[in-house]
């Protein structure tokens, strides 16, 4: 177990429902729900609710076990390769499990009793009201993931960090296709701050639904302006830019602009080189509040590239961001 690992931030959450998650079978829920497990907001602890079955615990909780045996609960998850994951038993005390652990599984369809699991995550120790990080060294591609805890108890949440895998051959090359896109493989890597909203959120599904729902950055007072790198989920040739500032009527950023670079084997912590040699693909350009800005004449044409830095001057927050454009066919 590790604290504060940079699994969590370069790489996304598979089990976000936007991206079609979903908790689809638990051997039993008495005490709390199995769909909580992935709710994407952080558990909260209410003293003096109470509901039919006993205490209200916001995440997935079991029954005390009388028999052999252990409860499970199993997960369509984001396809997608798996870094990291955190087991959450936040504001579970006296009711978590004592181990657990986590099978995966590759599959067109949900799994049954003739699937073949593999062991992803071995029975490991869990402590009460506590994040357990856990990386992850495996090169598969899964669709499902299986929680094990051992023999019973509550788990408040968990989160399958990883990238999404997308069939890139479905994609003809003169297709014009969002290259960031989080269901495409795209990836925020760093950026210099993200006070109020992370971001990931920029190269999510569909539009914000809320000022949360976007990155936002603390108010600058020095010199200088606010930045976050991409890796894109595919390398191509940017087209058309697209910023969205919804719901950003008062904090969204005066102007912003991005640069491209090829460097696809490239570390992750390799990109924040100030000496790097990043090309301008969008001259600095004016935003206005909550709206959709489509930025085509502009954009100029730098060749391939795998990575972006989009710079925002000097700072506020942007609800999505997407780049348009064609993949590298070779």
Not at 97 to 123: F, G, Y
Not at 310 to 321: A, E, K, N, Q
Request: overall charge negative; some cysteine; charged content about 25%.
């Amino acid at each position: 177990m590790i604290s504060s690992p940079g699994f969590i931030h370069r790489f996304i959450d598979l089990t976000q429902p936007r991206l079609g998650a979903a908790v689809i079978e638990a051997t039993d829920e008495f005490f709390a729900p199995k769909e909580r497990l992935i709710d994407p907001a952080a558990p909260v602890f209410v003293p003096d609710r109470y509901d039919d079955h006993g205490k209200w615990m916001d995440g997935w909780e079991s029954r005390r076990k009388r028999e052999t045996g252990h409860d499970h609960c199993i997960i369509r998850i984001c396809a997608g390769s798996i870094h990291g994951v955190n087991i959450d038993t936040s504001h579970f005390t006296g009711n978590y499990p004592p181990e657990a652990s986590i099978d995966v599984c590759c599959s067109v369809n949900d799994p049954d009793e003739t699937t073949q699991w593999h062991r992803l995550i071995p029975k490991t120790p869990l402590q009460g009201d506590s994040h357990h990080y856990l990386p992850v060294q495996d090169q598969g591609v899964w669709t499902h993931a299986r929680l094990n805890i051992y023999p019973d108890g509550g788990v408040a949440r968990l989160r399958i960090y990883g990238v999404a895998q997308c069939d890139w051959s479905e994609c003809a090359a003169d297709e014009l296709v969002d290259l960031a896109a989080m269901e495409r493989g795209g990836r925020a890597l760093d950026c210099n701050d993200m006070h109020y909203g992370h971001m990931s959120n920029l190269i999510a599904p569909g539009r914000g639904i809320n000022m949360g729902d976007g990155w936002e950055t603390r108010r600058r007072r020095e010199p200088g302006n606010d930045w976050v790198i991409l890796k894109l989920g595919h390398p191509g040739r940017i087209r058309q830019v697209e910023v969205d500032t919804a719901f950003f009527k008062g904090n969204y950023p005066s102007k912003c602009s991005l640069h491209g670079l090829y460097s696809p084997a490239a570390p992750d912590e390799h990109l924040i080189d100030a000496s790097l040699p990043w090309l301008e693909i969008l001259p600095p350009a004016e935003l206005g509040p909550d709206r959709v800005h489509l930025f085509k004449h502009e954009v100029v044409d730098t060749g391939i590239v795998s990575h972006v830095r989009f710079d925002i001057y000097p700072d506020g927050g942007v609800s999505r961001l997407r780049l348009f454009g064609h993949r590298d066919p070779d």
